[in-house]
């Protein structure tokens, strides 16, 4: 069967009914080249740069460029089966740039405004819907002038934080190069850069659905959960974090504590500022609530916490100890 090229672009966007989805889904069953032209074609989609496809001129110097490729490879290479594949793959994929290309042209991508932090500092938006984003060191957002269609549709690389506007009608959606993150109105922060191991996202209210791409499967989160997407086998873990608010501790340098004990104050800061905690056996087993603001060093944190909590403290190093005052 043949598939409309409007319905693959719904497809692309997160827009799709369900009758289209299924329609998709019937599509790609069919044979392994439709498979092969949607990964094209949603890789094309997702790339960052977008102003050019609104260039006609873009696709005649792309297939240019293709054609100019198929000749070298036919000079140094005589087998006709690499011949043929090049002749295919060059065809599929002018056929492809020009179909989604001219689709894009008419969605207006290039209106998308990207917003990135200064290294070094924070950056604070408030997106058209009210949502409010953090975006940490070098972290950069994309996202439309308004928000049309059926979702509220951004861009992330790097780390941010969310406090969504709720909006049942209308799901917010955060994609990164890993994953999609769906949610309706809650406070979440994610972690996604291309330099590291893993991307995370830490769920601090409401709930949100998780979906990694390349077969990563699909997860729910629930308040204090916390996914990680390993970006070299694509598994989705779902774990318990007590602590999930530290996570989200860069966005504006406070450290919420909930009836923590000295202990889990400890390791809080081991976290925070690379030290290793040794607790007395005398130590209180009082729990303390209240914020604390993240410090430039660790002396000046362990000096705030002082007044509020019967210890004391020695620092030696990276060694940390505190006693009973």
């Known amino acids: 069967m043949d598939i409309d090229e ?12 369900e009758d289209e989805i299924g329609l998709i889904n019937k599509w790609l069953s069919e044979k392994e080249e439709n498979k092969r032209e949607l990964f094209l074609m949603e890789m094309l989609y997702k790339a960052k740069n977008r102003d050019r496809y609104s260039d006609p001129q873009f696709f005649q110097t792309e297939k240019d460029k293709l054609f100019d490729r198929i000749q070298r490879e036919e000079a140094n290479i005589k087998q006709s089966l690499v011949r043929k594949f090049w002749q295919y793959a060059a ?9 989604v290309g001219i689709s894009l042209y008419r969605i207006n991508t290039h209106s998308l405004q990207t917003l990135t932090a200064d290294n070094g500092k924070v950056k604070k938006v408030v997106l058209p819907d009210g949502t409010r984003v953090w975006l940490n060191h070098s972290a950069q957002l994309s996202y439309p002038k308004q928000f049309k269609g059926k979702t509220r549709t951004v861009h992330l690389e790097g780390e941010g934080y969310f406090e969504v506007s709720k909006n049942a009608e209308y799901p917010f959606i955060v994609e990164t190069e890993e994953m999609e993150v769906k949610v309706l109105g809650t406070v979440f922060n994610i972690s996604n850069s291309s330099e590291a191991d893993i991307s995370t996202i830490t769920l601090l209210e409401g709930e949100v659905q998780v979906r990694g791409y390349d077969d990563g499967g699909m997860v729910t989160l629930l308040p204090g959960q916390r996914a990680e997407l390993n970006h070299t086998t694509h598994r989705l873990l779902v774990k318990e974090d007590c602590q999930a608010a530290l996570a989200a501790v860069w966005h504006n340098g406070l450290i919420p504590f909930r009836q923590a004990s000295i202990e889990e104050i400890g390791k809080t800061l081991e976290r925070l500022y690379d030290v290793h905690v040794i607790l007395a056996p005398d130590i209180p ?28 403290y020695e620092i030696k190093g990276k060694d940390v100890y505190i006693r009973r005052r």
Request: contains cysteine.
């Open 6 to 17: 409007s319905i693959v672009i719904k497809y692309l966007q997160n827009d799709c009914t």
């Open 285 to 312: 087993a009082n729990t303390y609530s209240g914020v604390l603001k993240n410090q430039d060093s660790i002396a000046t944190a362990l000096h705030l916490l002082k007044n509020s909590s019967p210890i004391e």
């Open 91 to 99: 065809a599929a994929a002018i056929a492809i740039m020009l179909t």
